[in-house]
């Protein structure tokens, strides 16, 4: 048995012992992100070679060949399309998370299951016929299908954590709403979505994080004029090689906006990740 006064020397170490293997593990998940970045700066000389370099000088040449060769329109498609896309799977997901929580929906469990079905089809698997309905509509590189597409494919997964945040509001709160007269409309409108806004923000924040990332469709229905940043980074790797200074310059900026949007609303992200975690 452990003496009173070794207790608080052990709790210590126990403490500093998951402080720093936390730390370090942080630190290796992020080390690829670190060597990114400090590639970007690198001259091509300096970034691919057999021996890492990590004392060099600093360029902003590759940053400068990158916004030469357009980044901008690519990144500008890459905003619309994940940040409209996000609004329109939102407008369409809490109605239906809220008839699929608050309201009493008969077979709830199979419209839940049908939500989460469609993301196990592999989306190459349906590409050729969403390819050719595309096509027919004239609708080929044009951002309009990727809106829809990237607000089809996320629209699942926003019902499925928008009915989780939904469940967590307490009934009594509903029931008092009610009482006092307040229909549906200001029942969600009024009630609802103010109590589960942060919950709409991690979702809105997934959703955006997906639709930015997304790359099969981009590939297959873009050609330039609606192409996203995904598809802009797959145009560094040519028959000659990888250019990794620019590539790494490139996916610097195309990861800058989705950090930047997770780092602004990283405080309304961890409420709405944790609801319901503590009763």
Not at 244 to 252: C, D, P, V, Y
């Amino acid at each position: 048995m452990t003496p009173p006064a070794h207790r608080p020397l052990r709790r210590l170490l126990a403490r500093c012992a998951w402080t720093t293997g936390t730390w370090l593990a942080a630190l290796v998940f992020f080390f690829p992100v670190l060597w990114m970045v400090l590639t970007a700066f690198k001259p091509e000389s300096a970034a691919y070679t057999r021996t890492p370099h990590f004392v060099f000088s600093p360029t902003l040449a590759q940053f400068r060949t990158v916004f030469s060769h357009g980044i901008g329109s690519y990144l500008a498609n890459s905003a619309l399309a994940s940040v409209t896309s996000t609004v329109l799977a939102l407008i369409l997901a809490v109605p239906a998370a809220y008839a699929l929580s608050v309201r009493s929906v008969k077979k709830w469990r199979n419209a839940m299951f049908f939500f989460i079905s469609t993301k196990m089809l592999p989306v190459v698997a349906a590409i050729i016929p969403i390819y050719l309905a595309v096509r027919d509509l004239g609708a080929l590189d044009g951002i309009g299908t990727l809106i829809v597409l990237y607000a089809a494919m996320n629209l699942p997964i926003a019902v499925w954590m928008l009915r989780s945040f939904f469940l967590e509001v307490p009934r009594e709160v509903l029931e008092a709403a009610r009482v006092d007269g307040a229909t549906t409309r200001q029942e969600l409108t009024a009630v609802l979505l103010p109590m589960v806004l942060p919950g709409i923000t991690a979702t809105a924040l997934i959703c955006v994080i997906f639709s930015w990332n997304e790359f099969f469709l981009a590939l297959n229905l873009t050609s330039f004029r609606a192409a996203t940043i995904p598809v802009f980074l797959v145009g560094f790797i040519t028959s000659e090689g990888l250019y990794w200074a620019k590539l790494s310059a490139a996916a610097t900026l195309a990861c800058l906006p989705v950090l930047l949007a997770g780092w602004i609303a990283q405080r309304q992200l961890v409420r709405g990740l944790s609801m319901g975690a503590v009763k």
